[in-house]
């Protein structure tokens, strides 16, 4: 099973300021498995837009069948930055829901709000 927990920041501020994504599918065999190439292609390629396209680099840890995602600069201090980096997560967010819809047996996505907020 793969679990994605995303951090927003409130339920009122509903920005997404980290996510962690854990476990591995074991839809089908390692190499063959879609629903562990999809999500992996769909988070690493967040992050690497975030990167490339808004030059802001968030912490990273990776390795086999994890991926921890922070973004140190929260709140990002320039406005326009910060609304690139909310619509690239949003839009990773709505491709793993769209996984989840057809392979719910396969991963689960959580929400959690930061502390305090």
Same mark, same amino acid.
């Given at each position: $099973? !793969? ?7 409130s ?6 300021? &980290? ?5 591995? &599918?074991? +839809? ?9 190439? &999809?999500?992996?292609a ?7 837009? /975030? ?7 968030? !912490?990273? #840890? $990776? ?15 320039d406005?326009t930055? &910060? ?6 997560? #949003?839009?990773?967010? /709505?491709?793993?829901?769209? !996984?989840?819809e057809s +392979?719910?047996? +396969? !991963?689960?996505?959580?929400? /959690? +709000?930061?502390?305090?907020?």
């Amino acid at each position: $099973m !793969i679990y994605v927990t995303l951090e927003r920041v409130s339920p009122v501020d509903h920005s997404v300021k &980290a996510f962690i994504v854990e476990g591995h &599918a074991e +839809y089908d065999v390692p190499g063959k498995d879609l629903v562990c190439a &999809a999500v992996s292609a769909i988070t690493v390629g967040t992050v690497n837009s /975030i990167e490339t396209l808004t030059g802001l680099l968030p !912490i990273t #840890e $990776m390795e086999k069948g994890l991926l921890d995602v922070t973004f140190q600069e929260w709140p990002v201090s320039d406005p326009t930055k &910060a609304s690139q980096v909310q619509l690239l997560l #949003e839009s990773m967010v /709505i491709m793993l829901q769209t !996984i989840h819809e057809s +392979y719910s047996d +396969y !991963i689960t996505l959580e929400t /959690i +709000y930061s502390k305090g907020g």
